[in-house]
């Protein structure tokens, strides 16, 4: 397909490159560089360069002919096309494939691989662009065009000259009739011109007459306002006398306030310390109460220690009298007589006995009496472990009983702590939130204070500090009653549209003019409601502006892009999308203009008749005037303001009320102060709690060491008591041992002398002898024992009733401590509440100073207002006799005016009015300098222009030496001034107007008629040589667009390819045509039904359908201008074996020896029929394509 592309023309865009150097093949010389030692030389003498490559297509014509078309490329770029091996240009190359019908251009030859289906689902207007390319219709496109453009030429000049020649024809016969009425004209001229000049004359006359009324009531009216302003000024006095009283009085209110207010807050800093003090007091107290409590179970305590320690020191003295006494009686019995003779000779012997015993049992002896030692010692060592360990278990359950009460302590001011706690986080918390409600308070008041201070300050250079006029003021409240009584009435002009810069504010303001205090409404009805509604309620005077009745000229918008700099007024101007029509109406096709230059360039250079302003408020008027002046302009361009005033006046009224809120919520909230004396009350009672926990939590610790220390003393001393005991017991067994042997002894010794004694040993009489010795030391030992016993008792309980004593004295001293801070708390508490009643009956006689200074106030306020209703009466009778004498005046001012006016006209249009003196001549016409109007309305003409001398005139200053005759007129016209008189007279000239009007000759008609029939005899001519080119333009036109059709085979052409055994008729194919008169303007809709199946689009068929549709198509179109071949790339790719059948047998029917199908395929069930078989496959041994053919129909189906 490339080759056949390239060799037919195609261009490189549309083959397989960019470029059509990369089209040359150089696989081959690449190969053989492998086997080379790469040469140049050799690789450019080679036969096959691969530098160069061309193409070659042998074509055979019907008369057997054959014509070689070949094109060749080379590395460098550019194509060479050659026939029959000579070399031609592409021009040529081109027009000869033409000749035997191959259209490069349409490619009417072939069809690439993927474009089937693209084909029946292109767009209408892509398929028309094929139909065009195929059929050639595209090359006439040029020319159809400029034959349509010169048939509609010539069809406008052949229509215009034949209006011309019958316009002509009208004015030939006008200029006849308009002689006829030449005479009657001249008649009816000088009538109405006597009646003009009798009208003029009644007009100046009653004019004069007005103006020496006027001034008449004019003086008498002043002399009645110099006395009433001199009673103004008397109340003006009164007034000012008392508002300087009034404000005094509002001063002092002021200061009683603000003291009132000092005083309060006063109160509200010293009630936090109050609460304070009322906290420490209550806690004092309870301490204190609590002081008392302990002092009360201590001092008990003490009291039971010291009848304890009484009691003991009572019983030692008795054990120590009862061992005195004892000592006493055993001293008198040992001294008796009786006893001592007795026992005198019988010692003797036991003395001697017994040192023969103590001689043999010496050693025994000894060590009896060592081990009797040791047993008292560790009798007496036994026996103070068990008093130490009595003592122990005392002092633990003591210990014990302290613990448990100072675990109930601690438990309930554990339970105070944490209540304590939780409130005060609850108050931190409230505190915080205050902290941040006020903090976010005082940052948004800081926020509007100063977004208050850019208005106001914005306010102030806008001078906004200046009041409204009275007027002003009126306006604004009749258009809100109007908005709220009707429905309809949207507002002002300057209040709904503003410019869209301030550079336009200045010929914006010059544009609307007297418009701007127009207020505009939706209908007709609603501005005649309005007008009656404001007479009713005397509300003024307004212009209404309806926009269903308006007359608006449309926008011309050549003038939006006529030069740079110039713009229409109506683009410089925002405004509401429903008032376009107000704004239309008052703006038109005004242009605003940068500088006077781009104006002047606009109405002079480019003679555009429109009304240019520029942006320092000079004007251009249609009629070419310019005018130009800053005064008063700046103040029309300072009501644009307005708007922006306003709105800052209503954010700058919001700002207050959202700071006045904001004063409110903080008045509203609870003392910050307050709050934090309360929290630092609760603070100091926390920590006096936490300092109780602390102390009954080192009492409690304190207790547990001594427990503990107590418990390990018990354990240490009770083994050490068991082992004096088993001590204790040994020595005893090993006395008896040894007191045994000794008894052995001594009864051997003794024996005789105890059956002298008769005894039966010597322990008997020993026991007897000294059982009074032994019971004296055994009651010795025990009155030992006990006073030592109660000795040590007693210093012990001295021990703990001093520590009692101790304790008892710290907390009296606490106790006095905490009653003299109670004490100095009550102090300060009753010189706080002292203070306070003092503030309060302060501020009490401040409030009734207070009341009696409103009251005061009040009084002086209703006098100013008095007062000040007297001024207004009395300023409103000043104003209205003003208002009388400006209404004269401008009676005046008028009447001057219309004399003025009436004098220019008499001059301008030769009125020739009697006059007793003086001449029109004096009259000025060009001196224009009245300020009173609006500088639009020059546009109006001449009839409202303003002169210096119209503006002296209005004053009554004229110097015109003009005295008027008024002799003309009879006594009746004189003192009749009634409107109705000015009608008749308006009537008789406007009915003599009327009937010039009507007549309306041509003075020169005669001179123009013989001009008009020359005129007409070119024109005719004119008409016939237009007639004639219309003619042949038409003829052309019709010729070409006969050439630019659509073929209509395409339904045929489908039924052939769909038909079939089970459809004979096959499938149905149309196109449609969007516009039916000239098809190839506009779009072509290609329509495909299968067999049997209804109508879809052709992107819901089956890409099976959509190929047979395509083919179709494509069948149709090239049928229109065949080539002599026909190269088919691939089509049948997506159709089943069946409609490949069909595509094969179409080919074969109508494959021609004029009409050749190439077809290139991979089915077996297409390239089966065919003719002649062409296979390419590749030879890998020289790197090349190779070539094999098969005739086919030498072989039978």
């Known amino acids: ?342 026992t005198k000779g019988k010692n003797d012997i036991l003395v001697i006995r017994k040192e023969e015993v103590n001689r043999q049992m010496l050693k025994e002896k000894q060590q009896l009496e060592n081990l009797r030692r040791q047993q008292k010692t560790s009798s007496e060592a036994t026996q103070r472990l068990k008093e130490k360990i009595s003592e122990l278990s005392r002092r633990r359950q003591q210990v014990m009983e302290e613990k448990d009460a100072s675990l109930n302590a601690k438990e309930k001011v554990a339970g105070y702590v944490a209540q304590l706690t939780t409130d005060l986080e609850n108050q931190r918390n409230d505190l915080h939130n205050v902290v941040n409600e006020r903090n976010r308070i005082t940052k948004r008041e800081s926020e509007l204070n100063t977004q208050l201070q850019v208005i106001l300050n914005r306010l102030n250079d806008a001078r906004v500090d200046q009041r409204e006029s009275e007027r002003e003021a009126r306006m604004k409240e009749s258009l809100n009653s109007l908005k709220r009584v009707f429905s309809g009435v949207y507002g002002r002009f300057i209040d709904l549209c503003q410019p869209t810069q301030r550079k336009y504010e200045v010929a914006t303001s010059i544009i609307l003019g007297r418009n701007m205090d127009a207020i505009i409404v939706a209908t007709e009805k609603t501005a005649i409601e309005c007008i009656q509604y404001m007479r009713e309620q005397r509300l003024g005077h307004a212009t209404f502006i309806p926009l269903d009745t308006i007359a608006v000229r449309p926008i011309n918008d050549k003038y939006r892009s006529l030069m740079k700099g110039a713009r229409l007024a109506i683009d410089v101007i925002e405004y509401p999308d429903e008032l376009e029509r107000a704004l239309q109406y008052a703006c038109g096709n005004t242009l605003v203009c940068d500088d006077l230059e781009i104006a002047k360039a606009i109405c002079y250079g480019r003679n555009q008749e429109v009304k240019a302003v520029t942006l320092d408020g000079t004007i251009i008027h249609k009629s070419g005037l310019i005018t130009g002046g800053r005064s008063g302009i700046e103040a029309g361009a300072q009501r644009f303001k307005e708007q922006e005033v306003d709105a800052l006046r209503r954010k700058r009224d919001a700002f207050l009320a959202q700071l006045n809120e904001l004063i409110k919520l903080r008045r509203k909230g609870h003392s910050e102060e307050q709050m934090k004396g309360e929290i630092s009350a609760a603070e100091q009672k926390l920590s006096l709690f936490r300092d109780d926990l602390d102390n009954i939590i080192r009492k409690l610790a304190s207790l547990e060491s001594e427990l503990r220390i107590i418990e390990d003393e018990i354990l240490q001393v009770t083994p050490k008591h068991e082992q004096s005991q088993t001590t204790l017991s040994q020595l005893e067994n090993q006395i008896q041992t040894i007191e045994k042997a000794i008894h052995s002894k001594e009864d051997t010794i003794f024996a005789d002398f105890c059956k002298k004694i008769n005894v039966g040993n010597i322990r008997e009489y020993e026991q007897r002898q000294l059982k009074m010795a032994q019971e004296a030391a055994e009651m010795r030992l025990r009155f030992t024992t006990h006073q030592s016993r109660y000795q040590n008792l007693l210093t012990f309980e001295t021990e703990q009733l001093k520590e009692t004593a101790d304790r008892l004295q710290k907390i009296r001293e606490f106790m006095s401590n905490d009653k003299k801070l109670l004490a100095n708390f009550e102090r300060r508490r009753n010189a706080m509440l002292a203070d306070n009643e003092r503030v309060n009956n302060e501020i009490a006689e401040l409030r009734h100073d207070l009341d009696r200074t409103k009251e005061e106030y009040e009084t002086k306020s209703e006098i100013v207002n008095n007062l000040r209703k007297e001024l207004a009466q009395k300023t409103r009778e000043v104003d209205k006799m003003l208002k009388d004498i400006s209404n004269r005046e401008a009676d005046v001012k008028k009447c001057s005016t219309d004399q003025f006016f009436i004098f220019r006209k008499c001059k301008l249009e030769d009125i020739d009015i009697p006059l007793l003196s003086g001449s029109l001549e004096n009259i000025p016409l060009e001196d224009s300098s009245l300020q009173d109007g609006d500088p639009m309305d020059l546009d109006d003409g001449g009839s409202r222009a303003n002169t210096r001398s119209a503006a002296r005139a209005a004053r009554g200053e004229t110097n015109w030496n003009v005295e008027v005759d008024y002799s003309g007129l009879d006594r009746e016209q004189k003192e009749d001034d009634s409107p109705e008189t000015e009608q008749k007279f308006l009537k008789d000239i406007q009915e003599k107007a009327a009937e010039i009007e009507r007549v309306a000759p041509n003075l020169k008609a005669i001179e123009r008629l013989d001009g008009v029939e020359q005129r007409l005899h070119e024109t005719e001519r004119e008409f016939d040589s237009a007639r004639r080119e219309a003619k042949t333009a038409k003829e052309k036109f019709n010729a070409i667009k006969q050439k630019r059709h659509i073929a209509e085979r395409i339904d045929q052409i489908y039924k052939d390819l769909t038909k079939s055994r089970n459809f004979p008729l096959g499938g149905t194919a149309y196109l449609s045509l969007e516009d039916t008169e000239e098809p190839y303007l506009d779009g072509v809709k290609y329509h495909a039904m299968p067999p049997m199946k209804r109508f879809r689009d052709m992107e819901q068929l089956s890409g099976g359908e959509k190929t047979m549709a395509a083919l179709a198509l494509l069948f149709a179109i090239h049928s229109y201008q065949p080539s002599p071949f026909f190269v088919l790339d691939e089509v049948d790719a997506a159709l089943d074996n069946t409609n490949v059948a069909k595509i094969a047998n179409y080919i074969r029917e109508h494959a021609s020896d004029t009409f050749q199908f190439i077809v290139i395929s991979l089915k077996s069930t297409l390239y089966e029929k065919a003719q002649a078989l062409v296979g390419i496959y590749r030879d890998q041994d020289v790197n090349s394509s190779r070539t094999l053919t098969l005739q086919l129909d030498q072989y039978e189906e």
Not at 28 to 56: F, L, Q, S, Y
Not at 186 to 202: M, R
Not at 249 to 254: C, G, L, S
């Open 1 to 342: 397909m490339d080759a056949i592309s390239f060799v037919l023309g195609i261009k490189s865009a549309q083959l397989r490159s960019s470029q059509l150097r990369d089209l040359i093949y150089r696989g081959r010389a690449m190969h053989e560089d492998d086997d080379e030692d790469g040469d140049v030389t050799a690789i450019e003498g080679r036969a096959n360069n691969p530098k160069r490559a061309w193409v070659m297509a042998v074509y055979q014509d019907d008369n057997g002919n054959e014509i070689k078309f070949a094109r060749t490329i080379t590395t460098s770029g550019p194509s060479e096309y050659k026939i029959n091996n000579k070399v031609v240009t592409y021009q040529k190359y081109n027009e000869a494939l033409e000749k035997q019908n191959i259209l490069v251009k349409a490619r009417n030859f072939l069809v690439f691989q993927g474009d089937v289906e693209a084909v029946a689902s292109q767009s209408p207007k892509d398929l028309t662009r094929l139909i065009e390319q195929i059929s050639g219709s595209a090359e006439l496109k040029v020319e159809y065009e400029q034959l349509k453009v010169q048939q509609e030429r010539a069809t406008e000049n052949s229509a215009f000259n034949f209006n011309k020649k019958r316009g002509i024809n009208a004015e030939i016969k006008q200029y006849q009739e308009q002689r006829a009425e030449a005479e009657r004209f001249e008649q009816l001229q000088n009538d109405k011109t006597q009646l003009t000049i009798k009208y003029l004359l009644w007009r100046l006359y009653h004019i004069d007459k007005q103006i020496k009324e006027s001034r008449k009531e004019m003086s008498s009216l002043g002399e009645k306002i110099t006395a009433k302003q001199k009673e103004q000024e008397r109340v003006d006095r009164q007034l000012r006398d008392a508002r300087a009283e009034q404000a005094k009085v509002h001063r002092t209110h002021y200061q009683l306030e603000r003291d009132i207010l000092t005083k309060e807050r006063e109160l509200e800093e010293k009630r936090p310390e109050l609460l304070t003090l009322e906290e420490k007091i209550i806690h004092s107290n309870k301490k204190i109460k609590h002081y008392e409590a302990n002092a009360e179970k201590i001092d008990q305590d003490y009291q039971k220690q010291t009848r304890h320690v009484d009691k003991l020191k009572q019983d030692l003295e008795e054990i120590t009298s009862a061992a005195q006494r004892y000592e006493a009686v055993r001293a008198e019995g040992s001294a008796h007589p009786t006893w001592q003779n007795i």
